[in-house]
């Protein structure tokens, strides 16, 4: 019995690691074969028709958090739903292009051949109340577009289960483990398009 205990150990480890992955494919199209000789790409993002957590709607998330924030104390629902919205360019942007230019080797400049659209398409915000957590991961769509034609869609990749959380479980703001969740997508995205 004891030498049991081993390997199955191991296995639900891995089976459990596995469950954190994200996944990344390529729903339709190609990356264009001069996106390699590429030396820099623009980045865009947008955030319509999102669901959170078990919400269909952003919208009915925002509010329902507002009331219930608002009901504890006056006013914080409504700092935290500004919070909420500003964090897209304060936090998640700027995470996803400092991972995505270091794992892609791309410089960022709107002038690019090339633009990377990442539209956000599921957030599942987690929590983080320090006995027991929920990390946080977003699903998103990439379209690899012409700068100057950004109606035709060239690429389009899917990003699926972004994982988000500090790396010392510090992550008790929800904007810090979402932009974990940028940042991971942009890595992914990154490597993705170095291939």
């Given at each position: 019995m004891k030498h049991l205990k081993l390997p199955l150990l191991i296995l639900a480890l891995c089976i459990s690691i596995s469950s954190f992955a994200q996944r990344i494919?390529?729903?339709e199209g190609d990356i264009p074969a001069d996106f390699k000789d590429q030396k820099?790409?623009?980045t865009e993002f947008t955030y319509?028709?999102?669901?959170?957590?078990?919400?269909d709607k952003e919208e009915d998330y925002i509010k329902a958090k507002t009331e219930e924030y608002n009901q504890k104390e006056p006013g914080?629902?409504?700092n935290w739903a500004k919070s909420w919205i500003a964090d897209r360019k304060n936090r998640f942007e700027p995470k996803f292009d400092?991972?995505?230019t270091k794992y892609s080797?791309?410089?960022?400049?709107?002038?690019?051949?090339?633009?990377?659209?990442?539209?956000?398409?599921?957030?599942?915000p987690g929590f983080n109340i320090g006995i027991t957590r929920k990390n946080a991961t977003i699903n998103g769509e990439a379209l690899i577009v012409e700068t100057a034609n950004k109606s035709k869609v060239l690429a389009k990749i899917s990003i699926d289960k972004a994982p988000g959380k500090s790396f010392w479980g510090?992550?008790?703001?929800?904007g810090e483990r979402l932009s974990e969740c940028y940042a991971t997508a942009g890595r992914a995205v990154g490597k993705f398009v170095k291939k």
């Open positions: 494919k390529v729903l820099s790409v623009n319509e028709n999102i669901g959170v957590g078990k919400y914080r629902g409504d400092e991972l995505f080797d791309l410089t960022l400049n709107k002038n690019s051949k090339y633009t990377i659209i990442f539209h956000t398409t599921f957030l599942e510090n992550d008790y703001d929800t």
